[in-house]
T-cell receptor, first 113, second 114 residues
Framework: DAGITQSPRHKVTETGTPVTLRCHQT?????MYWYRQDPGHGLRLIHY???????DKGEVSDGYSVSRSKTEDFLLTLESATSSQTSVYFC????????????FGDGTRLSIL | DAKTTQPNSMESNEEEPVHLPCNHS???????IHWYRQLPSQGPEYVIH???SNVNNRMASLAIAEDRKSSTLILHRATLRDAAVYYC???????????????FGKGTHLIIQP
């Protein structure tokens, strides 16, 4: 199994608070991704990174920011959490961008009350 | 990425082969066909991918139609652990610029009966 660790695994917080989710990899892969999964929508890309300090927006990036200061860590921040951001968040990594598999973490279940 | 169409659900018996179909009539010449699956309460898991020729690995086989407008994921001997949602995804080998994530549809919910 690919070495991907997401933390925390579960979090409950209140509307308006900042939240940071962490994805840590031990594979030294260049590409890292954050997705969210909601009923009826499947997985949707939030942000991705193609190297240290290199990030770009995905399909549903509003309300989220990311940072990647080291190859192994990709952080997803909700500056001011809203109830619509209640979701399951998955991190993924891949060695190259096109045509290589993405390997996913086990997810973070985030509830915003 | 081009669109794929899969049945919402399929049911099979344990220890029997399972054929999961996927239609992708607008596939381009540089689109690879990827399959992922997602077990309950887990992240998606890569299964297999191919371009034109049939592919085999330890998990499954991928049969690609000659005109590439459809493909079939084959689980040779299903176990209860294979119960999952299976996603067929097209991925351009030369995708450049813009967001580069996988586009997941609703997939096929595979039910395995003991």
């Amino acid at each position: 199994d690919a070495g991907i660790t997401q933390s925390p695994r579960h979090k409950v917080t209140e509307t308006g608070t900042p939240v940071t989710l962490r994805c840590h990899q031990t594979e030294n892969h260049r590409y890292m991704y954050w997705y969210r999964q909601d009923p009826g929508h499947g997985l949707r890309l939030i942000h991705y990174s193609y190297g240290v300090k290199d990030t770009d927006k995905g399909e549903v990036s509003d309300g989220y920011s990311v940072s990647r200061s080291k190859t192994e860590d990709f952080l997803l921040t909700l500056e001011s959490a809203t109830s619509s951001q209640t979701s399951v968040y998955f991190c993924a990594i891949s060695e190259t961008r096109s045509n290589q598999p993405q390997h996913f973490g086990d997810g973070t279940r985030l509830s915003i009350l | 990425d081009a669109k794929t169409t899969q049945p919402n659900s399929m049911e099979s018996n344990e220890e029997e082969p399972v054929h999961l179909p996927c239609n992708h009539s607008t596939i381009s010449g540089t689109d690879y066909i990827h399959w992922y699956r997602q077990l309950p309460s887990q992240g998606p898991e890569y299964v297999i991918h191919g371009l034109t020729s049939n592919v085999n690995n330890r998990m499954a086989s991928l049969a690609i139609a000659e005109d590439r407008k459809s493909s079939t994921l084959i689980l040779h001997r299903a176990t209860l652990r294979d119960a999952a949602v299976y996603y067929c995804i097209l991925r351009d080998a030369y995708s450049g610029g813009g967001a580069d994530g996988l586009t997941f549809g609703k997939g096929t919910h595979l039910i395995i009966q003991p």
